[in-house]
T-cell receptor
Framework: AQSVTQPDIHITVSEGASLELRCNYSYGATPYLFWYVQSPGQGLQLLLKYFSGDTLVQGIKGFEAEFKRSQSSFNLRKPSVHWSDAAEYFCAVASYNTDKLIFGTGTRLQVFP | EAGVAQSPRYKIIEKRQSVAFWCNPISGHATLYWYQQILGQGPKLLIQFQNNGVVDDSQLPKDRFSAERLKGVDSTLKIQPAKLEDSAVYLC??????????????FGPGTRLTVL
């Protein structure tokens, strides 16, 4: 069965610092991978997605993620965090067969000025 | 374009009462999803509609939850009777096409349900 693990429940960074949020997936074939962000009181917004091709994916708001098949990982990165990036971040996996998004438990990002 | 609309935003009920949530997807979106997000967890799909037909309701507790999507547009999700463990945020999402995993899902703000 497909699953997603986000090892970090809560991360705190200073504004301007770099960020990496970890995501590991479990799936036999090539997965479809997604990162969503959820701000307080808001719905989830898609940051980026990976289906195939270039393993480094660029998304909105200056985020990028890299698919590493050998490590079953799809970590999210941003070179310089802004206070407005404080939110909860969810990694998700899907497959062509199931069409169903399986979400991780999320990582809450706190940004200090 | 307008996003996915949900109402109410908050609801507090006592256990064994019934409750209904409403969702209006983005205009023209054929696929509609209801998710349950329990505190500290990621969203879990409850039911997926393609137009007004059910595609996947395998994780919907059918003894107490029901959902419909009349005319392939708006949708309502009902819980009757509610249990304490139903306390969660209920998210509605829609996507343009056939609901394949490659389609981008657009989420509404959610309805936060508290069952006392």
């Amino acid at each position: 069965a497909q699953s997603v693990t986000q090892p970090d429940i809560h991360i705190t960074v200073s504004e301007g610092a770099s960020l990496e949020l970890r995501c590991n997936y479990s799936y036999g074939a090539t997965p479809y991978l997604f990162w969503y962000v959820q701000s307080p009181g808001q719905g989830l917004q898609l940051l980026l997605k990976y289906f195939s091709g270039d393993t480094l994916v660029q998304g909105i708001k200056g985020f990028e993620a890299e698919f590493k098949r050998s490590q079953s990982s799809f970590n999210l990165r941003k070179p310089s965090v802004h206070w407005s990036d404080a939110a909860e971040y969810f990694c998700a996996v899907a497959s062509y067969n199931t069409d169903k998004l399986i979400f991780g438990t999320g990582t809450r990002l706190q940004v200090f000025p | 374009e307008a996003g996915v609309a949900q109402s109410p935003r908050y609801k507090i009920i006592e256990k064994r009462q019934s409750v209904a949530f409403w969702c209006n997807p983005i205009s023209g979106h054929a696929t509609l999803y209801w998710y349950q997000q329990i505190l500290g967890q990621g969203p879990k799909l409850l039911i997926q509609f393609q137009n007004n037909g059910v595609v996947d309701d395998s994780q919907l507790p059918k003894d107490r939850f029901s959902a419909e999507r009349l005319k392939g547009v708006d949708s309502t999700l009902k819980i009757q009777p509610a249990k304490l463990e139903d306390s969660a945020v209920y998210l509605c999402a829609s996507s343009l096409d056939r609901g394949r995993s490659t389609d981008t899902q657009y989420f509404g703000p959610g309805t936060r349900l508290t069952v006392l």
